[in-house]
């Protein structure tokens, strides 16, 4: 069976996209900026670890909080929606006991 050339074409066209891209001086320049950005993150995470498990503890209860509430108002939803099927009934029965009480009214008037 002849083995697939999709994905290592791919791989080479973006090398190449990103090689030519590098010719234009004002991208070179901004991704050695981001580069050196990137390493000094690195750097200082990994010499200073228990701020970055600090760090992604605050996220991981920023993000439990937010499913919490998100839970909370979905669940709130539904009970509305319940309600809401409910209405067409009740609605009904309001209707039909109206009329049925005009309509004693007008039996009891002639």
């Known amino acids: 069976m002849a083995k697939s050339k999709l994905l ?3 791989l080479l066209g973006a090398l190449a996209g990103a090689a030519v891209s590098m010719l234009d001086r004002t991208t070179r320049e901004k991704t050695i900026e981001n580069t050196k950005t990137v390493i000094g993150t690195v750097s200082y995470y990994a010499a200073n670890r228990d701020e970055l498990q600090e760090m992604i503890s605050e996220k991981v209860e920023q993000a439990q909080s937010f499913y919490n509430g998100a839970s909370d108002g979905i669940q709130s939803l539904m009970g ?5 099927k409910d209405m067409p009934t009740t609605i009904q029965s309001m209707v039909s006991d109206t009329k049925a009480a005009f309509d004693k009214e007008d039996s009891a008037s002639h």
């Open 8 to 10: 290592p074409s791919i």
């Open 80 to 84: 509305q929606v319940e309600q809401f």
